[in-house]
């Protein structure tokens, strides 16, 4: 996907309950560095805003999450950036670790969704 500095990336995500969770989780999308050493852009959100996650509780049902629309700074540099997702836990902010479909561990601590061009848009041609 291609969006010039100062636009938004709007998204929507669904999640597929595995497990009932016990705690209250927020989702995070960001936007990170090609390299992932530093975050450009971020929001913290719940996931569903009518149904906390303490109230998901049967196991294969999809949860429809709602609109979102991350805003890319004016400043950002063109190049190619990652669009990551993840949940942590509200209380002590600790990220959930991230699995494969055969439900085996993967290693960091989100889910890289697609790679965003920045571009500048304001530059003349």
Known sequence: QTVCAGDAIETSLTWRLIAPPQRYYNLFVQLITEDQTARVAGL?????????????TQPDMLYLGDRLSLPVPEDAAPGVYWLVTGFYEVNTFERLPVTGADGAPLPGDY?????IDVQDCSAPS
Do not use: G, I, M, Q
Request: charged fraction near 20%.
């Open 44 to 56: 913290d959100v719940a996931p569903h805003s009518d149904k906390p996650t303490p109230e998901w």
């Open 111 to 115: 889910v890289t969704l697609t790679a």
